[in-house]
Nanobody
């Protein structure tokens, strides 16, 4: 069956870095655009970054530009989110999404907490 499994979340101090991973299985990963979203307590889910199916195009929400980098390795069916210069306001559950045509799959999320 289709699975998206996020990992790499945790507790980090302000200014620190984390790399999230999202491994896909049960579908043709290389045909899907991949997107990272996040949802903070009491807030709506927001787009963080997206990457095209071949990795040739990326898109970031303005507040993440220059701090976050999305990449993918289609040989490993995995998408990554490198997060640098983390701020307390980056605290959220981070989700990955796979999308192609009318198909959309979600992972279960991984918690990122930025706190001293």
């Amino acid at each position: 069956q289709v699975q998206l499994v996020e990992s790499g979340g945790g507790l980090v101090q302000p200014g620190g870095s984390l790399t999230l991973s999202c491994a896909g299985s049960g579908f043709s990963f290389s045909n899907y655009a991949m997107t990272w979203y996040r949802q903070a307590p009491g807030k709506e889910r927001e787009l963080v970054a997206s990457i095209g199916s071949d990795g040739g195009s990326t898109n970031y929400t303005d507040s993440m530009k220059g701090r976050f980098t999305i990449t993918r390795d289609n040989a490993k069916n995995t998408v990554y989110l490198q997060m640098n210069s983390l701020k307390p306001e980056d605290t959220a559950v981070y989700y990955c999404n796979a999308r192609a045509f009318t198909n959309s799959f979600w992972g279960q999320g991984t918690q990122v907490t930025v706190s001293s």
